[in-house]
């Protein structure tokens, strides 16, 4: 097992993961920038590195994560979500090294962080997938229409390189199409380094449904439950709940079944999720995510499993070993992310926690790295906390959650709990009706 | 920002030298003074309440430091002469010039020399030959000749 992990990351997700540590007896070594030092994830890992100066490049810095690794004697390394989580050249850095990478190796990310070889692989092994250009687009404009036809209006133009909801743009005409690829070809050039871009079919109104995956290093792969994450502000997720209500238990099975047999074939480790768009009782694989995810709590709560213990477990060589009781769903959960932002304007609202209160009780749960006196800054992303419940129902769910956002209280910053009130509160919510446009259909933004 | 008086500081740091007490935490109810008395037996005040946290092999990072300071610009290990069988780069008293090699950093095998950000008289070496080092940690105080 492994004796001391370096996380590589910070904010909430780095505090998840020295929780999971503390259970299981793993020392933990946190890294941060220079000016992060009041962190919690470094006040509560058994070491501290500074690695370099105040920002969010110095968590990019592979070079000062690895020497931070080798001083401290670090045998493995987390790298959380988002920064080098995906970052195949981080995996192989770390594994060349000696170290035990708490994620996939550089060839499965390598596959699955490129969206069109992901979406090649998944249709080659079964894995149902959005009609598109099935490749890169190629250069001569006339071929585009050519494909965007053959699709059928409306188009999505999205950059390979691209995920996280950047890099996107639908296309309802043929007379704007030409034009919509060059400006695409040019953000995704400055974005990502990589100006390929292809078509997919354009959903009107899908809901965005995901699977977790676990599997070990024998050959075992287990889907553990999965998520509705429609409701999205410019295809940032902001509410996410388990299980997906509404997919019949036959489609769910099936889609499950696929997904297994797929991951098998591409002999992957550790936990993932699959992303799909759901319409029509028709899913899509979109992409797949090859880390954990910012919403692995609402999954954790209708199983019972701690995701991140199995993670490092199945990378430490352990067999995966659920119950009968982890491998089923009980009840309902839903998340709300909690972000420094203007509710109405999205705009990020740094500064200094000058008080707090986190609500408690049955089925409650915070996962948050700030504290009252904490700085917020604007180097970094602007989620500040999870809140995320647990009832027997949907509807006992989305109860509790509101009285969860009630109870609430935070002094010197903005934050978006307006917005998710409002949304708890909407007809369309409470009866299903949801869907990844949610957000810009209905106009749900916040009194201010 | 800590509003405590110079004679108390005073009086804490000379109750830690006379008892011989490697470090001291006062708590008042509603601030917290750590002293900790250095290697070389001057004592460092830590103000407001700070958790310094060391690794086994490394000795405690002091924050804060008296005097100007040349600091790492990367995280490693830290050598203060070229090769184990050669002089120091500098010791202290030596005056040094701006932009002048005074040890090696070195991360992932690969030696970084560190050059001085300026020109002065070295008063203290603050870390030990092949010794873990922080992204911005004190490794010279300077101070002018």
Do not use: W
Not at chain 1, 345 to 365: C, D, E, K, N, Y
């Amino acid at each position: 097992m492994i004796k001391r992990l370096l996380i590589a990351n910070r904010g909430e997700i780095a505090l998840r993961i020295i929780r999971a540590c503390k259970k299981m007896a793993i020392e933990t070594v946190a890294v941060y920038a220079a000016g992060d030092d009041a962190s919690l994830h470094v006040r509560l890992a058994d070491q501290s590195v500074c690695i370099g100066p105040a920002g969010a490049s110095t968590y990019l810095d592979i070079k000062a994560l690895l020497s931070a690794a080798e001083i401290t004697q670090a045998d493995a390394v987390h790298p959380g979500y988002g920064f080098l989580a995906e970052n195949a050249e981080f995996s192989k850095a770390v594994t060349d090294l000696g170290l035990c990478f708490v994620g996939p190796s550089h060839h499965l990310i390598a596959l699955m962080g490129d969206k069109i070889n992901a979406i090649d692989t998944m249709r080659k092994y079964g894995v149902p997938t959005i009609p598109g250009s099935q490749g890169n687009l190629p250069n001569d404009p006339k071929q585009h229409k050519a494909i965007a036809t053959r699709i059928g209006y409306p188009v999505l133009i999205k950059a390979a390189a691209g995920g996280g909801g950047r890099g996107m743009l639908p296309v309802y005409h043929e007379q704007d199409l030409s034009q919509s690829v060059l400006d695409i070809k040019t953000q995704a050039k400055q974005l990502f380094a990589n100006d390929d871009v292809y078509l997919e079919k354009y959903l009107e109104a899908p809901r965005h449904i995901e699977v977790q995956i676990l599997a070990d290093q024998f050959g075992e792969v287990v889907c553990v439950g999965d998520r509705d994450c429609s409701i999205q502000r410019r295809h940032q997720k902001i509410i996410e709940e388990a299980p997906a209500f509404g997919i019949p238990e036959k489609a769910r099975e099936q889609l499950f079944a696929t997904c297994r047999r797929a991951l098998k074939k591409i002999g992957y480790i550790g936990v993932g999720t699959i992303e799909m768009l759901y319409e029509r009782g028709q899913f899509y694989f979109i992409e797949m995510n090859t880390r954990i995810q910012v919403e692995h709590p609402v999954s954790e709560m209708v199983t019972g499993i701690d995701l991140i213990q199995q993670q490092i477990r199945m990378h430490a060589g352990q067999k995966l070993d659920l119950s009968a009781d982890q491998l089923s769903s009980r009840g309902h959960a839903i998340e709300c992310r909690i972000n420094a932002e203007n509710p109405a304007t999205m705009q990020a609202s740094p500064g200094q926690i000058t008080r707090l209160h986190f609500p408690g009780g049955h089925g409650v749960r915070v996962d948050s790295h700030i504290y009252a006196g904490f700085k917020v800054t604007h180097y970094f992303d602007s989620l500040i906390a999870k809140i995320i419940v647990h009832a027997e129902s949907r509807s006992a769910a989305i109860r509790v959650m509101q009285h969860a956002l009630n109870e609430t209280y935070l002094e010197g910053v903005e934050t978006n709990i307006p917005l998710h009130k409002n949304i708890l509160a909407s007809d369309s919510f409470q009866t299903e009706k949801i869907h990844i446009h949610f957000l810009t259909k209905a106009k749900h933004s916040a009194d201010v | 920002m800590v509003s405590v008086k110079d004679k108390d500081i005073q009086r804490i740091i000379d109750l830690l030298k006379k008892n011989q007490i490697g470090e001291l935490e006062v708590h008042d109810g509603k601030q917290v003074i750590k002293v900790r008395s250095s290697a070389s037996g001057g004592a460092q005040v830590k103000a407001p309440a700070h958790h310094t946290t060391s690794t086994p092999d490394t000795p405690s990072i002091p924050r804060t430091k008296a005097g100007r300071s040349i600091k790492a610009p990367l995280v490693g290990t830290v050598y203060l002469a070229p090769s184990p069988d050669a002089d120091a780069f500098v010791k202290v008293g030596q005056t040094i010039s701006k932009g002048q090699v005074v040890c090696l950093v070195e991360a992932m095998k690969t030696f970084n020399h560190v050059k001085s950000t300026e020109a002065g008289v070295i008063k203290e070496i603050c870390v030990e030959n092949g010794h873990a080092v922080e992204f911005d940690q004190p490794l010279f105080v300077i101070d002018d000749a």
